[in-house]
């Protein structure tokens, strides 16, 4: 059995073809290629987006394997194109965004990933950010290195709520909300959510707009995905309807949020502050203010890293293709109309 393992920045290769190895058996054949970050650049390519590497390059190794496995790699109708014998393609990403569906689909290839694969990673970053953004820990901590000692401040006029005291509102309450959801429940705040594709949630309090979400909660964090309908949805409509000094934390997309609309609510007092994971574009440039402000904590886009979620993904996608060999199931498949028989 031949498996192509396309590596990039985050997962490499060799993490790939090793756990193909010890799967599919010592006589597997593994082609390593890796991407050439940062050379190479990150983004849409041919109808997929967030990908990085050679559309051309991962195009030749194609004939001949009979399984694909990447984490970052464009999977286009190019690459589909040359399958002879493919059988399947593993992502280690928790939507398939860098995969060409409708081109795997027409060459009966199912295309297996990982929803919610770093639920737990992102959500204990968020639960770490509503606990130190109100608090001014990282605020606190700057004013150190640059040699200011201001107790007072942040004892008396800038201190933030505890949990216990907030209502927190998530919008979207899919595999990282509904962690988030869990794990507030131990701090004793109450949860409100919003999430128009939802019917219900056990032990979420579901509201029916996003307005109403954003009127009562101290602290709201966005946990959708980029589509056309979130694409910018929070702008100075939607920041305006938020409760006066609130909290803002984002770490779905940046394109999720209209940048210029977020400074004026901190300019203007109507947010206390916010914490960003990610930024539109990535990386924001020296430019953006935002990164410059006490009152915003920003990170590069690293709630999804810990030290689990890398070698459990590749693990994860790699068992769910051996599944899928030996038996013809799999546990997450992005593509079901691949597996339907004459299809
Ligand atoms: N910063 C990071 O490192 C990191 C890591 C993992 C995931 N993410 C991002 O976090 C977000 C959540 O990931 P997930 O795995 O929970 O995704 P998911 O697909 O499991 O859940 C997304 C939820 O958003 C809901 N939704 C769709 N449109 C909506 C709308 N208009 N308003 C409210 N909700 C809406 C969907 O119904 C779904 O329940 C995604 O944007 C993902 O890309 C970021
Ligand atoms: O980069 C991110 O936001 C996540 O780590 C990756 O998200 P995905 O695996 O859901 O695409």
Redesign the pocket.
Known sequence: MRVVCVGDRFISAASFAHAAKEAFGPDTETVEYSTRWPDEAYGAVEGVKESSGSVDEIAELIPGADVLLTHLGPVTATVLARADRLKVVGITR??PVNVDLAAATAHHVPVVYL??R??GA?AEFVIGVMITMPRGVVRGSAELVHGRWSPRAFRYETAGPELRACTVGL???????RRVAQLLDAFGARVVA?????DRADGIELLDS?EAVLSVSDIVSV?????D??RK?FDSKAFGAMKHGAYFVN???GEIVDEAALLEALDSGQLSGAAL??FDPEPPGPDNPLVHRPDVIGTP?????SRQVSSESVQRVVRDVASYLHSGRMDHCANPDALKEGS
């Not at 919008?171 to 909300?177: E, R």
């Not at 919003?194 to 939802?198: L, S």
């Open positions: 928790g939507g929803p919610g770093n639920l992102v919008v979207g309450i899919g595999a990282v909300g919003y999430d128009p594709h939802v996003l946990h959708s995905r980029l589509t309908e979130t949805s770490t779905a997309r994971d990610v886009h690293l709630a999804g890293a």
